[in-house]
């Protein structure tokens, strides 16, 4: 089963801060997803990362992807409350067709 | 607008009816599934379809029965809802598996049994 943990399960945070959200695996992902969910809606793609080491950015959001293939993480630089969502992590491993999602980071950023 | 549409929003039903979810997507994607969001916000598989094939049949009870008519539809009719189905199910397509160019979410329909 492949599974993915993503830390801190929930985070509140001041308009301006910097945050980084982790998801990490024991399995090895042919490629790996961030999403961002607002209520209401369904998940959004934010980016893929394919190879290991590789380094995302998008605008104020930089994604990483592990050497090893078996983590990432999501880090916002001066996070405003437009941020506030729940992000998702999800992964595709060998032998598997279908994402698997973390279980999300919630993250509230105030004013 | 190109995207997943998916009908009802809200779905509220007694234990024991029958139910249907309807999905399209005008994307031309390939691929589509439906997965079911707890009230802890945990996404799950539930099916994946491929030009019209079942390819993916998680542990679902076969009370879910999806149904895909053509490439651009899956639905998802439940009989004898039970209240532990409450849950946001969600229908998602990719082209092909989605591990590049990821998966595209309808808004979700908000399934409560009573």
């Known amino acids: 089963t492949q599974l993915l943990e993503q830390s801190p399960q929930f985070l509140s945070i001041q308009e301006g801060e910097n945050l980084t959200v982790y998801c990490n695996s024991s399995?090895?992902?042919?490629?790996l997803q961030w999403y961002r969910q607002e209520p209401g809606e369904g998940p959004v793609l934010l980016v893929t990362?394919?190879?290991?080491?590789e380094v995302k950015k998008l605008k104020r959001l930089t994604f990483q992807f592990g050497d090893a293939r078996k983590d990432s993480s999501l880090h916002i630089t001066a996070a405003q409350p437009g941020d506030t969502g729940l992000y998702l992590c999800a992964g595709v491993s060998s032998g598997y067709s279908t994402l698997t999602f973390g279980k999300g980071t919630m993250l509230l950023v105030s004013p | 607008d190109t995207a997943v549409s998916q009908t009802p929003k809200y779905l509220v039903t007694q234990m024991g009816n029958d139910k249907s979810i309807k999905c399209e997507q005008n994307l031309g994607h390939d691929t589509m599934y439906w997965y079911k969001q707890d009230s802890k916000k945990f996404l799950k598989i539930m099916f994946s379809?491929?030009?019209?094939?079942?390819?993916i049949n998680e542990t679902v009870p076969n009370r879910f029965s999806p149904k895909s008519p053509d490439k651009a539809h899956l639905n998802l009719h439940i009989n004898s809802l039970e209240l532990g189905d409450s849950a946001v199910y969600f229908c998602a397509s990719s082209q092909d598996l989605g591990t590049e160019t990821g998966y595209t979410f309808g808004s979700g329909t908000r399934l409560t049994v009573v």
């Open positions: 399995s090895v992902f042919s490629s």
């Open positions: 990362v394919v190879t290991g080491g």
């Open positions: 379809y491929n030009n019209k094939e079942l390819i």
